[in-house]
């Protein structure tokens, strides 16, 4: 036995892998993938994000990309496990121009998964630990300039003599995490942003914000937060921590400053991207421009008969004050996904007479089981615990196939029915409508696909299930009058306050006022896999459409997610942009084909 | 062999000094120390900050504590250790009250020195990891509060309708530590500080100042510096750092607020400190007063006959604004330590003519040689790499009694003498006073008794040595006239600037003006061993007088120290305040004596 330790044929594997490629013949790879198998490629083989599903995928992207990518050095990293007979390895390797870290999960002696992800480029390696800068030029220097001076000079000429080689428009959590990372690698870069300060985005959101996922899940890069940071954290306190983090990661943040107008020149290969910074206008010329302007950037407000003459207070929850002046009034909160519930809590808890109508169906995942059940085990106390920290964790979330992920999730979903079974069965009782996705594949899958449909349970539902915040389903409002709704089965609710939660529109309409529909159309539906279920049409792409990765519009990238995600793929997107900044040959792999315009 | 590992000593010495402590008799203890012993007690048995030197003082401290500290459950962390005949372990242990951690060193089988450290109170411990608070309150309320409002509650009324337990003088560094430490302990606390923003205390110093300790040496608690922090970090990015730190920590820090008077109320246990904020008077009365001014917070700025004569710009070198307008100019600095270097070579380097006054002897360590041969392997990249983090390495620190800490210094210095010897003949050949402390032991040494007499190199003294920076040594200003200082020996040096780099006085002289002469004498010297050496009269104490611990002013504490000190001893400081506010019984054991007054 001990001659075929997990480690041992983990090692085997990883050697056969580097004289299989060696060979150039992408056919002597093939034997050691199993029939299902799924490489998702991070950059370091495609030059793009990636999952190779099947041994034809394989073959075709090795043939095209493994002579220049010129793998090799795979070695063990750690020690390989084995549980029901899948066993699973870390790995290191390197190509002609980076260093990179993968995973593996082996079926027998065959590969089910491979994640190949770039860490740095080789010559580019940011400076850091013992290859950090000394700060103090030691030595004397005439006229040596301190780092005050240096930075000061940097703010004022960048942008005006000198131009930032990225422009990242949106200066949320997604925009400054990437310009946290492109620092480090040394890519002059400037972040626009509308709302005066970092953190604003979250501090001008409803009042009882905290976030929906927790800490273990939400660190930023480079800086964790203390260890005495809340499991959820209050949106005021994310605001000011995005804040200092800006200030401390020396980012290039132009606040109250807003994005009217951006144009690609082919000649030039440059963007022209116009901006007005506290009321003067200033031209941008960067080569690559990113759209950082969130998942959920964009409000969409129905058009709703009559609602020119409502005489109360309506405004899309992004753009709710807060329950404070509601008291002891009607509320109606169209919606029944996350924003909704928390506004018709708040609102409930401050007096206000509180009905939600829900469209159609919703997910609710009570949020002590979403915790335990889905993310316990890699972002929690528990992982931490067993040595998985969050770059380990989301190194393990990457190496789930999309094509697969949902048969990871649908045992965690059936487990919660259970779980909160008593909770599900009085929502249905009181009339909410359930679902746990098309597929039972519940909460993650549906953000992923749709990016929405889903409640995170912190308390709320128990409001609906009491009574305490009134239901209509599977209605909607029909027409507004003047101090009421009219709902589609006739009912009319008399109203002082209507709230649309009504959700978000696809990322791309940005694209389409920023810079042109018929760009927004080159580029196609950003987010959702390809998987034919509700609102996520097809065909299978087996990757986040357009998604930091590159787009259809040459130069022009889209970053977002949440805080997970913002961390980790930023990583991929950044070293991307610096291979471009630096003029290193980066020929893209599978670019996508648009098949949904805007 | 295998019966006798490092590991089974130690454990077995461990379990033989538990079992002798549970007898009740200290003379049980006593056989298994060697005659020769330290034992180094942080709060956990004494309350006090205290080393017992050989078995007398052993005996006496147990026979005084034991029955109440009840100490216990000695435990080996991790694997010991062994070199050159000397077992080292690490271990944990309890008290009736506490938990705490601990180093041990074995001669033998006897304890050579002995490390006891309070790292919580049992029941008082800090929130965090998987005790971390919640963040959302999950379920409705009627009228919550969101974080944002508390936060504002509590900001509005600390200090005037509610009264904080703890008040700290001085928001730099040592302050704004001790702040975080109390914040995370739940012990309500306010910190006063002149300056408008944290940081500001950097800031406003000369603009080529950088730490001149390495960045491994400096981390805060809690919240390490990111992995590209430069070794010497610039003094303001340090500040900026220290604003980021106090706002994320929601330290309240009333910026802009000069302490006026502060008095104690023996009836009542409390002090009344009156503060100008922002031009209010806000009168204060808190239970604890902390001072925390400074190391080098009080200018000593020498009386010198004409100096009211002089026409051009004379300054303490804290008040210096830098080189720039120097230009051309001729700049007399008084000084030979790390300022006084400092300056003079930034005013060289902008292009004044500069000459420094040494008065005695100035030890030099030349930053490299420092690092490598001082700090390496306790804090460096090099020591993460052998699993010395700066926890670690604060408590191997901590381990070395000072009474035989000298030793471990001294043959750092003789290979610092052989590696710069260069440098060191050419600096006296320049006419340079050198000295590596009254017995050879060099620059930590003088920085624990004196609190001066060195310049850490980084390129000055190659300027002294080469003539670039003018040198009189072994002389004083006897005089000085309205274009020129007079030295000792008859020179006279034409002057358009003066720069007193005459260092600091004794914190205490705080004391005397902001509480009371008879305090400030009650209290006695601050800082200092006791040592018998240069500026460090004795007896000996063992320990820094009247630092982080109890003084002979009940509710009066003294914090500061570096940046290593302040967040290793701020641990301890925290601690004993923390067990006073929750009103535990914290017998003193071995009060220090005063020998000398301000």
Not at 397 to 408: D, N, R
């Given at each position: ?14 050697d ?14 093939l ?14 083989f ?25 793998a ?49 480029l ?53 925009g ?56 959820f ?9 995005l804040e ?8 290039n ?11 690609y ?57 807060g ?47 979403l ?38 999730h ?98 791309n ?23 034919s ?6 065909p ?23 805080l ?9 997107l ?18 996508a ?6």
């Open positions: 036995m001990t001659a075929n330790t997990p480690s041992q044929r983990a090692q085997r594997w990883l056969a892998f580097g004289a299989a490629l060696a060979s150039g013949n992408p056919y002597n790879v034997p050691l993938f199993d029939a299902d198998c799924y490489w998702r490629d991070l950059v370091s495609t030059w793009n994000i990636r999952t190779q599903e099947g041994h034809d995928a394989v073959r075709d992207m090795l043939a095209a990309r493994q002579a220049d990518t010129a090799s050095n795979f070695q063990l990293e750690g020690e390989a496990t084995e549980a029901d007979g899948v066993t699973e390895a870390w790995f290191t390797f390197e190509t002609r121009v980076s260093r990179g870290r993968g995973h593996l999960r082996l079926k027998g002696d065959k590969a089910w998964t491979l994640l190949t992800t770039m860490v740095e080789k010559g580019f390696e940011e400076k850091k630990g013992a290859n950090r800068i000394k700060g103090a030029e030691h030595g004397v220097h005439k006229g040596r300039k301190s780092w005050l001076e240096l930075r000061q000079d940097e703010q004022a000429r960048l942008g005006y003599e000198d131009q930032p080689y990225v422009v990242i428009i949106g200066g949320g959590q997604g400054i995490i990437l310009a946290a990372r492109l620092r480090r690698l040394g890519v002059p870069t400037i972040v626009v942003e509308k709302n005066p300060r970092p953190g604003d985005s979250w501090r001008n959101r409803y009042k009882s914000l905290c976030l929906h996922d927790p800490v273990w899940y939400d660190h930023l890069p480079y800086m964790p937060f203390p260890d005495d940071w809340p499991v954290a209050p949106k005021d306190k994310v605001g000011d921590w200092m983090y800006t200030k401390v990661m020396e980012i943040y132009w606040g109250s400053t807003t994005a009217k107008k951006a144009s020149d082919e000649a030039k290969g440059e963007w022209t991207v116009v901006v007005d910074r506290n009321g003067e206008e200033v031209t941008l010329r960067p080569k690559q421009l990113v759209f950082a302007l969130g998942v959920s950037g964009y409000p969409n407000v129905p058009k709703i008969p009559g609602a020119e003459t409502f005489e109360g207070d309506q405004h899309h929850s992004s753009k709710h004050p329950p404070e002046k509601y008291a002891g009034k009607k509320a109606v909160v169209l919606g029944s996904n996350n924003s909704a519930h928390d506004i018709c809590a708040a609102l409930w808890e401050h007096g206000a007479d509180v009905t939600m109508i829900q469209r159609s169906s919703t997910h609710i995942a009570p949020s002590n089981s915790m335990e059940l889905a993310l316990g085990g890699l972002y929690s106390e528990e992982a931490l615990k067993n040595g998985i920290d969050h770059h380990k964790a989301d190194l393990i979330f990457a190496s789930v196939p999309y094509k697969i992920m949902h048969t990871f649908i045992p965690v979903y059936e487990e919660m029915k259970k779980r909160d079974a008593d909770l599900y069965s009085r929502l249905e009782k009181a009339g909410f409508l359930l679902d746990f996705g098309d597929d039972g594949s519940g909460l993650f899958m549906k953000y992923l696909r749709r990016g929405s449909g889903y409640y995170i349970d912190v308390g709320a539902s128990e409001l609906v299930a009491n009574g305490s915040i009134k239901l209509k389903s599977g209605v909607n409002i029909e027409r507004i009058n003047p101090k009421s709704v009219l709902l589609t089965d006739g009912t009319e609710l008399p109203a002082d306050l209507i709230v649309y939660a009504t959700g978000y529109g696809s990322m309409h940005w694209l389409a006022d920023l810079v042109s529909p018929e760009v927004a159309d080159r580029v196609g539906k950003v987010w959702g896999l390809g998987s279920t509700t609102k996520d049409p097809g299978w792409e087996g990757e986040l459409r357009n998604m930091w990765k590159p787009t259809n519009q040459q130069q022009l990238w889209i970053h977002g997610g949440n997970h995600q913002s961390r980790h793929y930023s990583q991929f950044s070293l991307q942009l610096k291979a471009r900044y630096e003029g290193l040959d980066t020929p893209v792999y599978g670019q084909a648009v098949h949904h315009l805007r």
